[in-house]
């Protein structure tokens, strides 16, 4: 359902008690009152944004550290600096919208509001994780919350977030779909397969490319021809624009234009966002392909949980109290979700047998 836009922009500052009160351990999906210019947030919204990015960073950090200690197994492909793309996408996308990635999406399944502890015991491989401890880092799904995975080989969520889109479109609803894919993806030919007939069929899938400007060690000026990927879809007649991906604002407000758009019948849209990822491709990548002093000067100058703490600082809508306050309060439902994935059962052997395959129902 697409979002209000017409509630007036409040002036009221939260307290940071109200704030804190406000926190389920889940990234907010659905959202309340909106300002009215999208790109200015509200005190309530930009504190809720700090609070989902911070939820996503603290989480990759306990997830990178507890593979450091050999808890979590397979590939793990951390999301720490590109936290406002899903968080400022997820604030312009209704209740009901879908949202499919690749294999770099603990964030996106937190922006979704899926359970952090879920999350983390199927990164522990146990029963309490969203696939039951058999999926891993790349493969959760949560139907329930409209988060379609979780998906391992580059560029496969395309298609599949293309025909998310077709479904919507034949069953008349009005829902949007998010199909997230890569700078690297970007190159695939089943990308471009998917844009033809997303515009052929009008379908309503806004293709989000967040360009961390790397694939594996691989920077986007070594492997690509055309590097404003916003233009990839000109052969289709397929909108794009190019988005600070490190501001969650600018994010929310490219984000609501395409939702617009998509969900007025008009076909699909592209956002490439440009953001960066400060840790390795995954965790057995030593980055050497990149300078420290690169990796530095994007913290320093753009990081997107930075750039929200200032504004609430500045704007005196919290005090240092209450954002440490909010950090505490994080890291112990980040804890919890790290306690909870270290003693949920490994999944019994013959669990080896289901889920092999669906049954189709009528
Ligand atoms: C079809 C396919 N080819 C190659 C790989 C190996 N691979 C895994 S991630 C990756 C890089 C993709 O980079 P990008 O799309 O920019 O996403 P990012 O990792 O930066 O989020 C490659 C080549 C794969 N998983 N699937
Ligand atoms: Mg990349």
Redesign the pocket.
């Known amino acids: 359902m697409a979002s209000s836009k017409s509630s007036p922009k409040s002036t009221a500052k939260p307290s940071a008690k109200a704030a804190a009160s406000k926190s389920t351990g889940k990234a907010a999906s659905g959202r309340a009152a909106k300002s009215k210019s999208s790109a200015d947030f509200t005190p309530e919204e930009e504190m809720q944004a700090y609070r989902d990015m911070l939820l996503i960073r603290r989480f990759e950090e306990k997830a990178g550290q507890m593979y450091g200690m050999g808890l979590i197994g397979g590939f793990c492909?951390l999301y720490i600096g590109q936290e406002a793309v899903v968080v400022g996408m997820q604030g312009a996308i209704g209740e009901g919208d879908q949202v499919i990635t690749?294999?770099?999406d603990h964030g996106h399944m937190l922006a979704c509001g899926m359970d952090p502890k879920g999350v983390m015991s199927e990164l522990t491989g146990r029963e309490g994780g969203y696939s039951r401890g058999k999926g891993g880092s790349m493969h959760m799904f949560s139907t329930d919350k409209h988060f379609y995975g979780g998906h391992?080989?580059?560029?496969?969520q395309v298609p599949l977030g293309t025909g998310l889109a077709f479904s919507n479109k034949y069953r008349g609803n009005d829902r949007v779909c998010l199909a997230y894919?890569?700078?690297?993806?970007?190159n695939?030919g089943q990308v471009y397969e998917s844009f033809n007939m997303a515009e052929l069929w009008q379908l309503p899938v806004i293709y989000v490319i967040?360009n961390?400007q790397?694939?594996?060690g691989t920077s986007i000026a070594r492997a690509s021809a055309m590097t404003n990927l916003s233009k990839r879809g000109d052969s289709f007649n397929i909108p794009g624009a190019q988005v600070d991906g490190m501001d969650v604002r600018a994010v929310r407000a490219a984000g609501e234009e395409a939702v617009e758009f998509c969900r007025s019948g008009k076909g699909p849209y592209i956002l490439e966002m440009k953001t960066y990822?400060y840790r390795g491709?995954s965790m057995s990548d030593p980055a050497k392909y990149r300078a420290k002093e690169e990796v530095n000067k994007m913290r320093q100058e753009h990081d997107p949980i930075e750039q929200v703490r200032v504004r609430l600082l500045e704007g005196k809508i919290a005090s240092e109290d209450d954002l440490k306050s909010i950090d505490k309060e994080i890291r112990a439902i980040v804890a919890d979700a790290a306690e909870f994935a270290q003693s949920s059962p490994e999944p019994d052997p013959s669990e080896l047998w289901t889920d092999v395959l669906a049954s189709v129902e009528g």
């Open positions: 492909h690749g294999y770099r391992g080989i580059v560029g496969a894919f890569g700078d690297g993806a970007a695939q967040e961390n790397y694939a594996m990822r491709h």
